[in-house]
T-cell receptor, first 114, second 114 residues
């Protein structure tokens, strides 16, 4: 059983550029979550999918952020026109469709915006 | 809204000593409770969870946690700490009324001295 994988692990970009991150969940998991973690803080929820449907988005997810999960498998998180405040660790988690569910996290993508 | 408080930002213990990390939550009903551990630059690993039933739960790596409804607490314990336990520990709360997202505390950094 492979765990959640994320790519890339690190991304350095200049302010104003667009970036895209990918998350591959555990194969049988149909829920997928994105969180953001800034230095010294716990992760904060951004959005989640059940299969291909995006069911909830946080107010943290500004118009510059978009997430997709087109076939209910992997997901992408895109940030347009990056700002220095977007620098953070972006974590992906997946779970089975149970109530309650248990979320398993990937290694994260560390974004640095210069 | 849910909130999670981890009162201790840093804790230092000697190798072989016992450990207790505190977690308090604010939520009306019985939430789902989790402890995760994060090594530097890595994702989160699930240590243990509480959904219902026995209020003392066992997890991996010799950790346990006790749910105390009257104190709104879910403290993490380990009888004898190993140097490899040095990491950051996060308490998290979930509840179906708030969707499936988790709300995390700010974390406690554990240092182990030999």
């Amino acid at each position: 059983d492979t765990g959640v994988s994320q790519d890339p692990r690190h991304k350095i970009t200049k302010r104003g550029q667009n970036v895209t991150f990918r998350c591959d969940p555990i194969s049988e998991h149909n829920r997928l979550y994105w969180y953001r973690q800034t230095l010294g803080q716990g992760p904060e929820f951004l959005t989640y999918f059940q299969n291909e449907a995006q069911l909830e988005k946080s107010r943290l997810l500004s118009d510059r952020f978009s997430a997709e999960r087109p076939k209910g498998s992997f997901s992408t998180l895109e940030i347009q026109r990056t700002e220095q405040g977007d620098s953070a660790m972006y974590l992906c988690a997946s779970s089975l469709e149970t109530l309650p569910d248990t979320q398993y996290f990937g290694p994260g993508t560390r974004l640095t915006v210069l | 809204a849910q909130s999670v408080t981890q009162p201790d930002i840093h804790i230092t213990v000697s190798e072989g000593a016992s450990l207790e990390l505190r977690c308090n939550y604010s939520y009306g009903a019985t939430p789902y409770l989790f402890w995760y551990v994060q090594s530097p630059g890595q994702g989160l690993q699930l240590l243990l969870k509480y959904f219902s039933g026995d209020t003392l739960v066992q997890g991996i790596k010799g950790f346990e946690a006790e749910f105390k409804r009257s104190q709104s607490s879910f403290n993490l314990r380990k009888p004898s700490v190993h140097w490899s336990d040095a990491a950051e520990y996060f308490c998290a709360v979930g509840a179906p009324e708030y969707g499936n997202k988790l709300v995390f505390g700010a974390g406690t950094i554990l240092r182990v001295k030999s």
